[in-house]
């Protein structure tokens, strides 16, 4: 297994690096692949037009101000529903591999920073850090909805 081979013969902070970024990268692509990016890009556009008449009504009638609120948050309740299950799924090989490394290698016993405070000298800052920065990465240059 991959992670073996990253945990094993690297010191253990460039490891635990190197399995998150891996992690990360894994779970935003199983998130694109399981997600519908063409009918979420098309909601969030209907939400951002709705979100716009929303605040450009200038009336009183409290059934338009009603109609518009409603159209708006449905369509934010709608994409929430949209990326909701891939979301779950992603999440699914983050808490896997969190727990395993946590178990086969004992790393909560290890500190892997001499330095800063004591809550994040742990494997965990040198996990969920790159896992968020690679996953984020991903998001941001392929454009993932």
Known sequence: MIAVSLLSWSPPLAGVFAFGVLVGMVSMLIYWWLSPQEKIADVQQQ????????QAYDGDDIRMVG?????????????????????LAAIVPMLAAAYWADQHYHLAERELFARGPSWCRSWHTAFWTPLCLAAITLKLRFGIK
């Open 47 to 54: 939400a951002a037009v709705a979100r716009k008449a929303l």
């Open 67 to 87: 109609a518009l609120s409603k159209r708006a948050f449905g369509l934010s309740f709608l994409q929430i529903g949209l990326v909701l299950g891939p979301t």
